[in-house]
């Protein structure tokens, strides 16, 4: 395994081509203050293997692609599974 940077998120949009926003969630204990603080940072990634809203993927960092696209999907990990009344409501019917 190389020694590019691998982070594990969950896809928050897939409107574009070929690009999916992935946000990554860091959970870690305030150095001071000792509270626990969640914080997140959403990537812009290349999607050649069409995930969609929901899917837990992972990312890996690559040559920049584009202007802001500096990632990749490497895998999905897991599906999120949607039901026939999530696609109607897609559709606007």
Same mark, same amino acid.
């Given at each position: 395994?190389? !020694?590019?940077?691998?982070?594990? +998120?969950?896809? *928050?949009? $897939? =409107? ?9 969630? #860091? ?16 990537? !812009?990634?290349?999607?050649?293997? +069409?995930a969609? *809203?929901? $899917? =837990? ?9 584009? #202007? ?23 559709l606007?019917?």
């Amino acid at each position: 395994m190389n !020694k590019r940077r691998r982070l594990v +998120g969950t896809v *928050v949009s $897939d =409107k574009m081509q070929k690009t999916a926003v992935v946000e990554v969630e #860091r959970v870690y204990r305030h150095p001071l203050y000792h509270k626990v603080v969640r914080t997140a940072k959403a990537f !812009k990634v290349h999607d050649e293997l +069409g995930a969609s *809203v929901g $899917d =837990k993927v992972r990312i890996v960092e690559s040559k920049p692609i584009s #202007r802001t696209k500096h990632w990749v999907i490497e895998e999905i990990l897991r599906v999120e599974e949607r039901s026939e009344e999530d696609s109607v409501e897609e559709l606007g019917v």
